[in-house]
């Protein structure tokens, strides 16, 4: 089966611009994960997707970050205005039903904000 | 905040020998996973183990969990120098429906 995917692989903004980033999951995953990652740490989860619903974004800064998933299928990821601190790897999951199964990761998108 | 906390941090080892990474948690759990990173790729799941469950075998590895000291072990046997990568552990608290990575171990084979 295909894997995740996600575009684009590399982004480099200025401060106060926004950047949207696309994942598709693989095909029959209802759930649907963005992820955080700063350099020499592990994910921190921002938000959470079942089918097209969101079941978590308790560490989703809202005031910058949006996400949407589409018909339940591929999602967007939005940051409007970046920060010098967004400069991270956002990675995208996705899992057949909860969270109590393991996760397939697409390759990430590497954010650099100066 | 963490939940997860591997240890240790960085770990080098020769070729064919045995590598044992560590994780704590601080919270009950329904299970804890266990993820490979190789650099600037997405992570790779090895392994899950449920609370209800003390040891999990795929191929060369071996996965303990203790629920009474809040920690599980991760064992690569004869190790490879592709096996050179992050470690992380992820566990699923009892009480929230999300996983909680830790800060991984970065593991180094050398030939």
């Known amino acids: 089966e295909a894997g995740v995917a996600q575009s684009p692989r590399y982004k480099i903004i200025e401060k106060r611009q926004s950047v949207a980033f696309w994942c598709n999951p693989i095909s029959g995953h209802a759930t649907l994960y963005w992820y955080q990652q700063i350099l020499g740490q592990g994910p921190k989860l921002l938000i959470q997707?079942?089918?097209?619903?969101?079941?978590?974004d308790s560490q989703l800064p809202k005031d910058r970050f949006s996400a949407e998933r589409l018909k339940g299928v591929d999602s967007t990821l939005k940051i409007q205005p970046a920060k010098l601190e967004d400069s991270a790897v956002y990675l995208c999951a996705s899992s057949r039903q909860t969270v109590s199964y393991e996760q397939y990761f697409g390759p990430g998108t590497r954010l650099t904000v100066t | 905040s963490q939940q997860g906390e591997e240890d240790p941090q960085a770990l080098s080892i020769q070729e064919g020998e045995n590598a044992t990474m560590n994780c704590s948690y601080k919270?009950?759990?329904?299970?804890l996973q266990w993820y490979r990173q190789n650099s600037g790729r997405g992570l790779v799941h090895l392994i899950l183990i449920r609370s209800n469950e003390r040891e999990k075998h795929s191929g060369r590895l071996r996965v303990t969990l203790d629920t009474s000291k809040k920690s599980s072990s991760l064992l690569i046997t004869a190790s490879r120098a592709a096996d050179t990568a992050s470690y992380f552990c992820?566990?699923?608290?009892?009480?929230?429906?999300?996983?909680?990575f830790g800060s991984g171990t970065q593991l180094t084979v050398l030939p």
């Open positions: 997707f079942q089918n097209n619903g969101v079941v978590d």
């Open positions: 992820a566990t699923e608290p009892g009480s929230a429906r999300q996983l909680t």
């Open positions: 919270t009950s759990i329904n299970n």
